[in-house]
């Protein structure tokens, strides 16, 4: 005898979806495994917490990416993307996508920061093995959202485990490849009043009030190596690199 299909009714109907908002969750399955659903307007997505969302193992792969990666290294030339690996890999796009937004939302912002650097190596394997341009842009003009995320959520996580300092570097990091974006695109005159941009500033600035912060130390060295202070710029190197051996001790 056939087993009766399961319906999701009381899922929707104690759970309201809201438009406009991002409404996650994680919880354990009857078996035991973590999950993280996401709502949408007409159903949930449920991901996996751990490597691909959709928890497949492409080709015998961790991710789409990876198998890719071992395709172009065992090519005899570079990798052409076919159209069926760029369905693929527009997917796994998708999927990460979805579950970096859960993340976000859930402010569990380590995860949202390997997820974004997935999504980032998969825009940089993209750009280099694209079959034409107009495929290469479709992904490219997300690069700065994808960043604008990656740069909250790393700023938001050196804040819960190094503090206020560390917290203001990553977000000068992030602005500072947001510009070379800007600037490759030959639109650095915009720089200034894009709202992603604006966001990460007023972040910055709100963490140096709140914190009571001043110059960090790379923003000391940067002003340091700009005014020829090299026996300064050799100290505070040494003063990051002690911090940097202390993080990781």
């Known amino acids: 005898m056939t087993a009766r ?9 104690t759970w309201a979806y809201t438009p406009g908002a991002i409404s996650a969750r994680k919880l354990r399955t009857d078996s035991g495994r973590e999950v993280v659903q996401m709502r949408i307007e007409m159903g949930v997505l449920q991901m996996e917490v751990d490597g691909r969302p959709d928890g497949t193992h492409p080709e015998g792969a961790a991710t789409y990416l ?14 052409v993307l076919s159209e069926e690996q760029c369905v693929e890999l527009d997917c796994e796009f998708v ?3 979805h579950r970096r937004m859960c993340w976000l939302a859930l402010r569990d912002f380590g995860l949202a920061v390997v997820d974004a650097d997935h999504t980032l190596a998969m825009m940089d394997f993209a750009a280099a093995h694209s079959p034409d341009s107009q495929w290469t842009l479709g992904h490219e003009q997300y690069r700065p959202f994808v960043l604008f995320h990656r740069t909250q959520a790393a700023a938001l996580t050196a804040l819960e485990r190094t503090g206020a300092d560390s917290a203001i570097e990553e977000i000068n990091r992030g602005l500072q490849q947001l510009r070379g974006i800007f600037r490759e695109a030959e639109a650095e005159e915009q720089f200034d009043a894009d709202e992603q941009v604006a966001q990460l500033v007023r972040l910055k600035e709100w963490l140096r009030e709140e914190y009571h912060v001043g110059q960090t130390l790379e923003e000391q060295l940067a002003e340091a190596v700009a005014a020829e202070q090299y026996e300064r710029a050799a ?3 040494d003063q990051i690199a002690r911090r940097s051996d202390y993080k990781h001790a």
């Not at 299909?5 to 109907?13: A, E, F, G, M």
């Not at 990876?66 to 990798?79: E, F, M, T, V």
């Open 235 to 237: 100290q505070l190197r």
């Open 95 to 97: 999927q990460y996508y």
């Open 5 to 13: 299909p399961q319906d999701i009714d009381q899922i929707l109907q």
């Open 66 to 79: 990876d198998y890719l990666i071992q395709q172009n290294a065992a090519s005899d030339g570079p990798l």
